[in-house]
Nanobody, 121 residues
Framework: QVQLVESGGGLVQAGGSLRLSCTAS????????MAWYRQAPGKQREMVAR???????YFPESMKGRFTISRDNAKNTLYLQMNSLKSDDTAVYYC???????????????WGQGTQVTVSS
């Protein structure tokens, strides 16, 4: 059974840093792109960062500057380094595996259970 397991969340003061990890089981990890999403209470889930199997990264405009995404294919692990955290970053953070259907369409088929990040002001 395929599993994605996040870890590294917790309570941190504003301005602090956290590094999240996502470990994947099986052979799914090295094949495709992976992404981090987050969902704050009462808000829609939003993408934080994406990384291809070749380590090309993408950040939505609102996420640029404070987050770094990386992966270690040998360890089947995805990382999210978060710096200068703000209270608005409080959310449950999820990792997900992308399935690329075409140049214009992809979806995420496997998701982790999420890890809570709480930033106190």
């Amino acid at each position: 059974q395929v599993q994605l397991v996040e870890s590294g969340g917790g309570l941190v003061q504003a301005g602090g840093s956290l590094r999240l990890s996502c470990t994947a089981s099986g052979s799914i990890f090295s094949i495709g792109a992976m992404a981090w999403y987050r969902q704050a209470p009462g808000k829609q889930r939003e993408m934080v960062a994406r990384i291809t199997s070749g380590a090309n990264t993408y950040f939505p405009e609102s996420m640029k500057g404070r987050f770094t995404i990386s992966r270690d294919n040998a360890k089947n692990t995805l990382y999210l380094q978060m710096n200068s955290l703000k209270s608005d970053d409080t959310a449950v953070y999820y990792c997900a595996r992308e399935v690329l259907v075409s140049s214009y369409y992809s979806f995420y088929d496997y998701w982790g259970q999420g890890t809570q990040v709480t930033v106190s002001s």
